[in-house]
């Protein structure tokens, strides 16, 4: 069965940390750019961060560059997002999705794979 699983959500000050993982089982994620994304109660979808398949090419939304990192291992078929300095308004549930391709793909609907996602949530 082809499936992406996240992990590693949670309640959290403002300011804190939290990391997410994106796990495979049933295919190998690296031949897949990865993206994660996120939807908070009433609001859209909207795109976080994304990563190649190998790795070497990175983009983030303009309201997480600087405090959001993304990387991967594709031997551990998984795939991470390291996020500081945390707002209450980064409280969504977070999703990864997987496309096969080497690129980040520029439309949400064009993924291949999505997880159940995970909740984070930013307070005090």
């Known amino acids: 069965q082809l499936q992406l699983v996240e992990s590693g959500g949670g309640l959290v000050q403002p300011g804190g940390s939290l990391r997410l993982s994106c796990a495979a089982s049933g295919f190998t994620l690296g031949y897949y750019a990865i993206g994660w994304f996120r939807q908070a109660p009433g609001k859209e979808r909207e795109g976080v961060s994304c990563?190649?398949?190998?790795?070497?090419?990175?983009n983030f939304a303009d309201n997480v560059k600087g405090r959001f990192t993304i990387s991967r291992d594709n031997a551990k078929n998984t795939v991470w997002l390291q996020m500081n300095s945390l707002k209450p308004e980064d409280t969504a549930v977070y999703y990864c999705?997987?496309?096969?391709?080497?690129?980040?793909?520029?439309?949400?609907?064009?993924?291949?794979?999505w997880g159940q996602g995970t909740q984070v949530t930013v307070s005090s």
């Open positions: 999705a997987a496309y096969f391709g080497s690129s980040c793909p520029r439309y949400p609907t064009t993924y291949d794979y």
């Open positions: 990563i190649s398949d190998s790795g070497g090419s990175t």
